[in-house]
């Protein structure tokens, strides 16, 4: 009999579960997240801060946040610091348009992944690396953002390794690519 009753009490959550999962149960009643059908990935070319062709950055929604994509081309060797921006602008030759990185709405936190004293701000991304070929591939998950508050963000790629705690932007150098995050309407 205990053994029994042992048995419906660790497995019985986890059938009553599986039930719920099936039938569509909590996860999908009530939720604000749109259906994944509804928004189309956000595709946008990167470019070099001479104006040429640096690759390209997805945008797909999933349902707690977002999955950048990011292939790069035509990079120099080496780490390079990526953020996002909060603006949707990417004017040549610096990219400066495109403002400083994206930030909690409550209280802008310092840069940082690594920043132990209030970081990071929602900008910071990890580093990518660029083959000898120039090419760089990489995903990176955002929590807390969707496709539908992107409208107006700019994926930066910086010269430098991000040592992700050097205040303002890690060490990372100057803007060498940039590209423009805006669902389409």
Do not use: K
């Given at each position: 009999?205990?053994?029994n009753?042992?048995?419906?009490?660790v497995?019985?959550?986890?059938?009553?579960?599986?039930?719920?999962?099936?039938?569509?149960?909590?996860?999908?009643a009530?939720?604000d997240h749109p259906?994944?059908?509804?928004l189309?990935?956000?595709?946008a070319p990167?470019t070099a801060?001479d104006?040429?062709?640096?690759?390209q950055?997805a945008?797909r929604?999933g349902p707690?946040?977002?999955?950048?994509?990011?292939?790069?081309e035509?990079w120099?060797?080496?780490?390079?610091g990526v953020?996002?921006?909060a603006v949707?602008s990417?004017?040549?030759p610096?990219f400066?348009?495109?403002?400083?990185?994206?930030n909690?709405?409550e209280t802008a936190r310092?840069h940082?992944?690594?920043?132990w004293?209030g970081?990071?701000?929602y900008?910071?991304?990890?580093?990518?690396?660029?083959h000898?070929d120039?090419?760089a591939?990489?995903?990176a998950?955002?929590?807390d953002?969707?496709?539908?508050?992107?409208?107006?963000l700019a994926?930066v790629?910086?010269?430098?390794a991000?040592d992700?705690?050097?205040q303002p932007i890690?060490?990372?150098?100057?803007?060498i690519?940039?590209?423009v995050?805006?669902p389409?309407?």
């Amino acid at each position: 009999m205990q053994t029994n009753l042992l048995f419906l009490l660790v497995f019985m959550p986890f059938v009553i579960g599986c039930g719920a999962m099936a039938a569509g149960g909590p996860a999908e009643a009530g939720s604000d997240h749109p259906p994944q059908a509804s928004l189309p990935p956000v595709i946008a070319p990167l470019t070099a801060s001479d104006g040429s062709a640096a690759g390209q950055v997805a945008m797909r929604q999933g349902p707690h946040g977002a999955l950048l994509i990011i292939e790069g081309e035509n990079w120099p060797q080496g780490w390079h610091g990526v953020h996002l921006h909060a603006v949707g602008s990417c004017e040549t030759p610096a990219f400066t348009s495109a403002g400083s990185h994206i930030n909690h709405p409550e209280t802008a936190r310092p840069h940082g992944l690594l920043n132990w004293d209030g970081g990071p701000d929602y900008g910071d991304l990890p580093n990518i690396y660029a083959h000898a070929d120039g090419v760089a591939r990489a995903e990176a998950y955002i929590s807390d953002i969707s496709l539908a508050q992107s409208n107006g963000l700019a994926l930066v790629v910086h010269a430098n390794a991000d040592d992700h705690q050097t205040q303002p932007i890690g060490g990372a150098g100057g803007r060498i690519a940039c590209a423009v995050l805006s669902p389409a309407h």
